[in-house]
């Protein structure tokens, strides 16, 4: 199964091979690339080994093209993208900024789907801003 991965503000590309590429700052602004697996919910992530993120840091997420911040209006602790899938069906895509949380959400009209054992902790927040039930 292949998706393409679009930043919201430029339609730009944000995956390459098998990865999602962003360009990342944290709190005590270190920058650099961050690297994520596209399959929702899985959580493994590559970076320069000197390009360290503490547990519970909330790292920004910067579209590689445009240098947009991809931050939600939803909540501050969440970033958002597109989705494309093999049927060309556009999905919204919500994941965690907070280093070590894993939660994801692909929403789609009014249907929500969430990722992770941490997806309870904006759940609510994201059904009552797109009115969506689950």
Do not use: W
Not at 44 to 61: A, D, P, W
Not at 80 to 105: A, P, W
Request: charged share 25%; aromatic share 8%.
């Amino acid at each position: 199964m292949h998706n393409d991965f679009l930043c919201p503000k430029c339609n730009g590309q944000l995956n390459a091979g098998d990865v999602l590429i962003f360009v990342s700052k944290t709190d005590d602004e270190k920058n650099g690339l961050l690297l994520l697996h596209p399959e929702l919910g899985n959580y493994r992530v590559m970076n320069h080994k000197l390009f360290h993120i503490s547990t519970g840091e909330l790292v920004e997420f910067s579209c590689p093209i445009c240098q947009e911040n991809l931050t939600s209006e939803i909540d501050n602790n969440l970033a958002f993208i597109f989705m494309i899938d093999e049927k060309h069906v556009q999905h919204n895509i919500l994941f965690s900024k907070i280093n070590g949380e894993r939660c994801t959400y692909k929403i789609t009209g009014d249907d929500l789907k969430s990722f992770g054992e941490d997806s309870v902790n904006y759940i609510d927040i994201i059904k009552r801003s797109v009115a969506i039930t689950q």
